[in-house]
């Protein structure tokens, strides 16, 4: 499945996505003006009184403009369908394309899975903030693409390593923040798994699991977790959506 931001919008990629059966939720540029064929809130039909209208139509902005509506749209004469969502950062409507059925899940549920993109703007914010990922100070094309494979390959080790802390100590870690402050164990890790030694590896994660609160998770707060502004908020969501609309089975990829 394809998830991308308003400045991807391609309707070319979109065609090619659904010639090889994949899937792809989109969120739409603002100036989008595709034609509203028909137009549904929950169980609601409101097709009679937006089929016709622009996703720019100020009526379409501003209806429930809390509640999502479901709508099918044309765009040069392919309807796809598209998900009218309130974004509270932004104080304004926004809208999401996909090509995923609603005989096969619910408008909530696509909001959902478009929420969990923001897991791909941490890592990338991990990649800046502890892997050296900011720039290069060299022109050379081979120095760049191998500062960029060094940077990816020790965050696939930092995974790893946070990984087997949190099964070790029990307790929910922050990659972030053993990223930027487990420097020195960290370190010594890596030299266990480049000389395969378990004794070196058991020696290099003793002294972090002795204590690791700096390490841990910042606990979100309730409100957060109702605004599904957590993964694993974000995740139950979706999970709910699926069970409670009981729709065809369909493969994410994930």
Known sequence: MEGTDAGYV???????IDSKCGYFICKLRGNSAGCIKSCKLGNEDLTADFAGKKLSHKMVRDFKRAELLDMTVEFNGKEYRVIRIYSKKHQKSQFL?????????????????????WQIELEFKNLK??????????????????MLLLSLIVNLIQVLYTFVLQIKSKAKLSLYR???????????????????????????????????KPYERVKQSVQKELEF??????????????????????????
């Open 10 to 16: 391609s309707f070319d990629l979109f065609g090619e």
């Open 97 to 117: 394309i996909t090509n995923i059925r609603n005989s096969r899940i619910t408008a909530k549920a696509i909001k959902m899975l478009y929420k969990i993109r």
């Open 129 to 146: 903030s502890c892997d050296k990922l900011r720039g290069a100070t060299t022109g050379v094309l081979n120095i760049m693409l191998s």
């Open 178 to 212: 053993i990223s930027y402050y487990a420097g020195e164990s960290f370190k010594k890790f890596v030299k266990a798994l480049i000389y395969c030694s378990f004794m070196k590896f058991e020696v290099s994660l003793k002294s972090i699991l002795e204590f690791t």
């Open 229 to 254: 502004k957590t993964l694993e908020s974000t995740i139950s969501a979706i999970k709910i959506e699926l069970d409670k609309s009981r729709v065809e089975s369909i493969d994410f990829g994930f």
